[in-house]
């Protein structure tokens, strides 16, 4: 008989479990605890469970986990980049960064990434598959164990499009904001999407809590389209459209994500530009100077960045720069599988 992989499994499902086995339902949730609060990848170390409730669940249920294939420290900022095999043989990575009192770990959604964006190493992969529920919130119980770091913040930028894999995210972005689980605030878990608008309209429909990021990186369709091939289905304004009703569904302001490109994106009429699209716009800016992949772009020079960030500076909104941590070990935005 197959056994069952219990990792990923919700509330319910467990408790459905526990009494699919002759048990009472409350057994669902002390498992549900021991996997998710406590982080535990064995039957035997929950020790609140009998021993005939401990051989049933060996005969019947596993334990999914992630396997540790190396780790990589920043010399620069103490980033951890992780990487990780899955029961396939498949690879992902995720990213532990440190700032003031907050681990935030940017994990990844997809073994590869569909959406084919030309500046970024996962897009080159093309995608391989979905990753389950139980993978993507393993990502954060298995680096919380390895670094000893309580994970404090979650930032769905890694492998992968967050929203082609819609469903799974959702129910692994609910099992890490339990409180009975990780109980992550959901103010603390950002949503990165490049841009898939009908997605984007159901996540503000279902008032999800969760924070929105969307990768603009462009101002005009014609360089959109060139580097993130869905603009042509989903054009600029139409993203805005949708950015805009977001904000006003969930009164949260959007992050835009603008990747600064050398000579492409990162002009002062850019700059203009991006002003102008934003205009209306409840939102914060994030302008991410392009880390190095195999493909043809470079990063602009820190001189041109600084002027494309005083350029935005008379805008009502916040404008940070993401200088990428971990950029040594190819673990900054968008490098991620470069060498894997
Ligand atoms: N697929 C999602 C989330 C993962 S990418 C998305 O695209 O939004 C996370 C962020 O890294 C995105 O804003 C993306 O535009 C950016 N990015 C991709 N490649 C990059 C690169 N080479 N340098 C800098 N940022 C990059
Ligand atoms: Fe996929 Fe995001 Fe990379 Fe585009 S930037 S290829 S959407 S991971």
């Known amino acids: 008989m197959q056994k069952i992989n219990l990792k990923g499994f919700d509330l319910n499902e467990l408790r459905d479990f526990a009494e699919s086995i002759n048990e009472k339902p409350f057994r669902g949730d002390q498992i549900f605890s021991w996997l998710y609060n406590k982080g535990v990848n064995s039957f035997d170390e929950m020790s609140n469970l009998s021993k005939d409730l401990k051989e049933k669940l060996h005969e019947r249920a596993r334990i999914g986990q992630l396997k540790l294939i190396t780790k990589q420290q920043s010399t620069k900022d103490q980033s951890m ?30 073994v590869g990434c569909a959406i084919d964006c030309k500046f970024c190493a996962t897009g080159m992969m093309g995608l391989n598959r979905h990753l389950t529920p139980g993978e993507i919130i393993d990502q954060v119980l298995t680096t919380r164990k390895l670094s000893g770091q309580k994970v404090t913040n979650v930032v ?31 103010r603390h878990i ?50 805005i459209k949708a950015a805009k009703y977001y904000t006003k569904k969930s009164d ?3 992050t835009i994500e603008y990747v600064l490109m050398d000579k492409l994106t990162d002009s002062l009429e850019d700059a203009k530009r991006l002003k102008n699209i934003v ?14 992949t195999l493909g043809e ?12 960030y005083e350029q935005m500076r ?27």
């Open 156 to 186: 769905c930028m890694g492998m992968g499009e967050p929203f082609h894999n819609y469903d799974n995210l959702m129910k692994a972005c609910e099992l890490l904001s339990d409180e009975l689980g990780p109980n992550l605030a959901k």
């Open 297 to 308: 772009f470079k990063r602009p020079e820190e001189k041109r960045i600084m002027q494309f």
């Open 314 to 340: 008379d805008l009502n909104t916040p404008v940070t720069i993401r200088w990428s941590k971990g950029d040594d070990i190819d673990a900054g935005c968008g490098q991620l599988a470069a060498k894997a």
């Open 252 to 254: 949260q302001p959007v």
């Open 279 to 292: 205009k209306g716009l409840y939102c914060k800016i994030n302008l991410i100077p392009y880390n190095a």
């Open 190 to 239: 950002v949503v990165s999407t490049s841009g898939l608008i009908p997605k984007i309209y159901r996540f503000a429909d279902e008032n999800h809590k969760y924070r929105l990021a969307i990768s603009l990186n462009a101002t005009t369709d014609e360089i959109r389209s060139r580097i993130m091939p869905l603009n042509k289905k989903w054009p600029i304004t139409e993203l």
């Open 81 to 110: 980049k992780y990487l990780f095999q899955l029961e396939d043989d498949s690879q992902i990575e995720s990213v532990l960064m440190f700032d003031d009192n907050r681990a935030t770990l940017c994990i990844s959604t997809q």
